[in-house]
């Protein structure tokens, strides 16, 4: 009888044993469920799981109370499906300290449509407050391909490296004229194809974007000095290698007499190489240096 006891003890630890490894097998961190991430904590497990590679999807909206950050050696690629990630404050939303792909693959609706429809038809990352929506981290790798990303302020940011292309850039939402559309802040954006919208400037780089290769980039607000010239781009001490085509416009609505609008503002020694986009800019006044509704190199300023 002994015998048999034991026997059955050992069997009982063995089945056990084997229903505890399957459990840790199939736990959170599988790849189903990752295609219905509803929360801030799902969205933060599927961010630390202990894979190297991983991909999941949005299944509802969230909103975040801290950042959530995609870990260096770590490999995630997000889909927003149509959904949402918001937080208000001076956090990022998103942080790529790895690599990081955020698409949208839940429509094919052109990003020139109105913005209410762009925020029922695509997957917004939004920040309400003063902080960056994404950002590229030093040493991380930042893949957009689809999407918007909307900030008070400046709304994506780029310190490590990055491509960005199909999506929908909105800068200084709450047209308080103090964000950027994109920031290159010392990182590298190896091709950029997209829509920018910003207040003051769509594009402010002070790293090394390497290709512009098509898109719309827009600055439209008001700033009374040159100090605070409304750009398409303001490359600041920054390199921009070549820029193969895209359209680069500049609206400045101020009365004040020093308002400037350029759709090009290169200065602090940035060099600007291989130039074949579509620059105009406007001072509604007619005050500033470069007239109304100038196009072409009157629209630019600091190029040899």
Sequence with gaps: MNKI??????????????GLSSC????????????NIRTEAQLNSFMNA????LSGALADNITLTDSVTAPSGKTRTLNLKGKNITINGTNTAIKAQGTLTIKDDSNTVPFTTTESEREIKHGIVKNSGQGFAVSALSGGTLIITGGVFQSNSTAVDIE??????????QGDVDQNNDGDGLWVYGGTV?????????AVNAIMNTGTITKIDGGTYKAE????TAEEAICAIWNHGGTISEIANGTFTAINYSSAQTAVAWGLYNDSNGTVSNNHGDFSCLDENSHNNNGDGAEGNSAMHGLN
């Design 5 to 18: 006891f034991k026997l059955f003890s050992v069997l009982t630890v063995l089945l056990l044993v084997m």
């Design 24 to 35: 840790v097998f199939i736990d959170a961190g599988s790849e189903q469920d990752w295609n």
């Design 50 to 53: 202990s894979a190297t590679e």
């Design 160 to 169: 490590g490296t990055a491509s960005i292309s199909n999506c929908l850039i």
């Design 190 to 198: 190896a091709n950029l194809s997209c829509t920018i919208e910003a």
């Design 221 to 224: 607000g008001s700033t009374d």
